[in-house]
């Protein structure tokens, strides 16, 4: 009889608890903040670095602002734009980086990026679509 009372006690203790347990509901739209302020654009993966001069072609910058990339991407539909990948950390890149805040350096147009040698076509979303 003692067992029984133990294994009801139990049943009803695990009931009450799943009841008590609060549900919770997928987020949808998760604001991450606004974009990182870099010189010559950001990388389009977290943690959103800052990309040096040069990773991205002109076509990603209207009037001297980039158009963005990932979730603050500000493009037209469809767009696809040129980038030298060898720029990026996950091809190996580990030269210097602006930082965040940094302000484009005398010289450094970015309608007309010097000597510009993308070798990949990537859309605003993080998607690479083509090599050049």
């Given at each position: 009889?003692?067992?029984?009372?133990i294994?009801?006690?139990?049943?009803?203790?695990?009931?009450?608890?799943?009841?008590?347990?609060?549900?919770?509901?997928?987020?949808?739209?998760?604001?991450?903040?606004?974009?990182?302020?870099?010189?010559?654009?950001?990388?389009?993966?977290?943690?959103y670095?800052?990309?040096?001069?040069?990773?991205y072609?002109?076509?990603?910058?209207?009037?001297?602002?980039?158009?963005?990339?990932?979730?603050?991407?500000?493009?037209?539909?469809?767009?696809?734009?040129?980038?030298?990948?060898?720029?990026?950390?996950?091809?190996?890149?580990?030269?210097?980086?602006?930082?965040?805040?940094?302000?484009?350096?005398?010289?450094?147009?970015?309608?007309?990026?010097?000597?510009?040698?993308?070798?990949?076509?990537?859309?605003?979303r993080?998607?690479?679509?083509?090599?050049?």
């Amino acid at each position: 009889m003692n067992r029984f009372r133990i294994v009801a006690l139990a049943a009803v203790a695990g009931i009450c608890f799943a009841a008590a347990t609060p549900s919770t509901q997928a987020q949808v739209g998760v604001e991450i903040g606004v974009a990182p302020v870099c010189p010559y654009g950001y990388y389009d993966v977290a943690p959103y670095d800052c990309a040096p001069y040069g990773y991205y072609g002109p076509e990603w910058f209207t009037g001297g602002v980039f158009i963005g990339v990932g979730p603050w991407f500000h493009g037209p539909e469809g767009f696809h734009g040129h980038v030298n990948n060898r720029f990026h950390p996950e091809h190996g890149y580990s030269g210097p980086r602006p930082a965040r805040g940094d302000k484009p350096e005398p010289g450094k147009r970015l309608d007309k990026v010097a000597h510009f040698k993308g070798n990949e076509v990537r859309d605003g979303r993080g998607h690479a679509v083509g090599k050049r």
